[in-house]
């Protein structure tokens, strides 16, 4: 509906697999359109969900559709997951303002376009900023940094925080990478430290199991206009 108002910038995209799963992110993509982002909150649409496909389907080639399941819902935007001791995180964009840092769990709905932290676009109204039937962020980021890719540490920075979930994120508006901490048994954020690059950065460069790729504790990233940058933590205190 409101073709004219899509916006596939905002289409998701992120995915991660295990075994026998891929878990695809799509968002509800659109600027301005209540029409478009109420499809989020539509478990007849495919938009605004994280959905699960089991990798066996791809090899039966009778099917027609694509066979899949709703896993989460409620999401506007998200463009980066990642999967760690089966738990998957992602990082979603917000409307003005409200990025997001969420725990996805099987069935939960993540509120969108009912909560935000942001606001509307234009008018600058709130939404709901929570809801008892929704689950809550992890964290929110105001104002807006549009995160892109999340993924694991970097095996030395992994080490150096052994007690903790380690996670890098990307961002576009923020042109920085975030080294992201979460305690493994509360799931809360307990750091969230910034290192501005000053360019727009998009996606790590991955391995086979869609985990990040280095070498020698090197690894990857592009960057929009750019191209790629090697990059290193170094000197850890």
């Excluded at 359109?33 to 009778?62: C, H, T, V």
């Excluded at 738990?87 to 909560?115: A, V």
């Amino acid at each position: 509906p409101d073709f004219d108002k899509a916006d596939f910038n905002g289409l998701g995209g992120a995915y991660v697999e295990n075994e026998k799963n891929i878990f695809l992110s799509i968002g509800a993509p659109e600027w301005n359109s209540e029409k478009i982002r109420n499809l989020a909150q539509d478990p007849d649409s495919i938009y605004g969900k994280i959905i699960r496909l089991n990798k066996n389907s791809f090899l039966n080639g009778e099917l027609k559709n694509t066979d899949y399941e709703i896993f989460s819902m409620g999401h506007k935007n998200p463009q980066g997951m990642v999967l760690f001791d089966d738990k998957i995180f992602s990082t979603e964009h917000g409307p003005q303002g409200g990025d997001e840092i969420n725990l996805i769990i099987e069935n939960n709905n993540y509120g969108w376009p009912i909560t935000s932290y942001g606001t509307r676009y234009n008018s600058g109204k709130g939404f709901e900023k929570s809801n008892e039937k929704f689950s809550n962020p992890i964290f929110t980021f105001l104002p807006s940094i549009a995160p892109s890719s999340i993924n694991k540490c970097p095996k030395n920075l992994q080490d150096y925080y052994k007690d903790n979930y380690c996670f890098l994120m990307l961002t576009l508006r923020g042109m920085s990478i975030y080294v992201m901490l979460i305690d493994k048994d509360k799931l809360n954020l307990i750091s969230l430290e910034q290192f501005k690059i000053e360019q727009r950065l998009r996606h790590f460069g991955l391995n086979k199991t869609n985990d990040i790729f280095q070498m020698n504790d090197s690894f990857y990233i592009s960057v929009d206009g750019e191209g790629i940058y090697k990059m290193i933590f170094k000197n850890l205190r």
